[in-house]
């Protein structure tokens, strides 16, 4: 079992950049793919970028492909999301998840998750 907690999140300009955060408990992390999500308001969970569990393997939602970019440190059970160029619309709660596919993710399929960080894009 894994427990992510996410951090990094607030409140920035359009243009802007921003590193999330998510570190996990567990002695299994390295073993996790790993996922970041993000809910705005009055919207469903939608996927982001996901990273495989050796770090080899990353796909991006359209909507932020080459804008954000996923990295893990398995010795430090930390996985970040480095987001560039940030737009209004990338306002959300954003939330770290383990334990599912790496492409084409639902949030279903994710069994572990963070309690989510706020991400706000001014415009």
């Known amino acids: 079992q894994v427990r992510p907690v996410e951090s990094g999140g607030g409140l920035v300009q359009a243009g802007d950049s921003l590193r999330l955060s998510c570190a996990a408990s567990?002695?299994?992390?390295?073993?996790?793919?790993m996922g970041w999500f993000r809910q705005a308001p009055g919207k469903e969970r939608e996927f982001v970028v996901a990273?495989?569990?050796?770090?080899?393997?990353?796909y991006y939602a359209d909507s932020v492909k080459g804008r954000f970019t996923i990295s893990r440190d398995n010795a430090k059970n930390t996985v970040y999301l480095q987001m560039s160029s940030l737009k209004p619309e990338d306002t959300a709660v954003y939330y770290c998840?383990?334990?599912?596919?790496?492409?084409?993710?639902?949030?279903?399929?994710?069994?572990?998750w963070g309690q989510g960080t706020q991400v706000t894009v001014s415009s």
């Open positions: 990273i495989s569990w050796s770090g080899g393997n990353r």
């Open positions: 567990g002695r299994t992390f390295s073993s996790y793919n």
């Open positions: 998840a383990a334990g599912g596919p790496v492409r084409l993710a639902r949030p279903q399929e994710y069994p572990y």
